[in-house]
């Protein structure tokens, strides 16, 4: 299986921040990444596919890039709707893993 | 606009199945532009992938649950199932049904509202 990393696993930040989340996998994934949100007792909502492309309906804000085996989400300037858990998934080579999460809480 | 709902009990004894339904509205289960999914999630912890339906009716299983699970389908009413045989304390989880998207890198872009199972005598 390919293994997905995040780091940091929790970081704290005020709104208006500039956060930055980075993803590794253990072996190349192309560009099948995708970033999804996750808010306390909500289902996962898909932000970023391919890698960069932005899902319909989610803010510009949120921008995801890489390539190969590392990837970011940043979020320009963080939205008091932003804290919550994000998750990196890889879709490369079944089983399509997940990262562990970041969570970013108020600062 | 697409919809997911899963169905089944929220309480499973030990060594028992558990079982679970996803009913898909607003779209057809059979196109070939898209899979499904189900994965799952512990409680604090996250998200695991169990396994894959593809519109030819085939699956695939994550490894380390394989020997326990099957994933079927029922087309003619939008909605396909997991098994989980054998269960423990550790198969406790919320439990999600999901589209995969094909054109977009096979991405999850709908998923069920999600329903907890707890495993418990």
């Known amino acids: 299986d390919i293994q997905m990393t995040q780091s940091p696993s929790s970081l704290s930040a005020s709104v208006g921040d500039r956060v930055t989340i980075t993803c590794r996998a253990s072996?190349?994934?192309?560009?099948?990444l995708s970033w999804y949100q996750q808010k306390p007792g909500r289902t996962p909502k898909l932000l970023i596919y391919?890698?960069?492309s932005l899902q319909n309906g989610v803010p510009s804000r949120f921008s995801g890039s890489g390539s190969g085996t590392d990837f970011t989400l940043t979020i320009s300037s963080l939205q008091p709707e932003d804290f919550a858990t994000y998750y990196c998934?890889?879709?490369?080579?079944?089983?399509?893993?997940f990262g562990p999460g970041t969570k970013i809480d108020i600062k | 606009q697409l919809q997911l709902q899963e169905s089944g009990p929220g309480l499973v004894k030990p060594s028992e199945t558990l079982s679970l339904t996803c009913t898909v509205s607003?779209?057809?289960?059979?196109?070939?532009?898209?899979?499904w999914g189900w994965i799952r999630q512990p409680p604090g912890k996250g998200l695991e992938w169990i396994g894959t339906?593809?519109?030819?009716?085939?699956?695939y299983y994550n490894p380390s649950l394989k020997s326990r699970v099957t994933i079927s389908v029922d087309a003619s009413k939008n909605q396909f199932s997991l098994k989980l045989r054998s269960v423990t304390a550790a198969d406790t989880a919320v439990y999600y049904c999901?589209?995969?998207?094909?054109?977009?890198?096979?991405?999850?872009?709908?998923w069920g509202q999600g329903t907890l199972v707890t495993v418990s005598s």
């Open positions: 339906l593809y519109y030819s009716g085939s699956t």
């Open positions: 999901a589209r995969g998207n094909y054109p977009k890198y096979e991405s999850l872009d709908y």
């Open positions: 072996q190349s994934i192309s560009s099948h």
């Open positions: 998934q890889q879709s490369y080579s079944a089983p399509f893993t």
């Open positions: 391919a890698a960069s």
């Open positions: 607003g779209g057809s289960i059979s196109s070939t532009t898209y899979y």
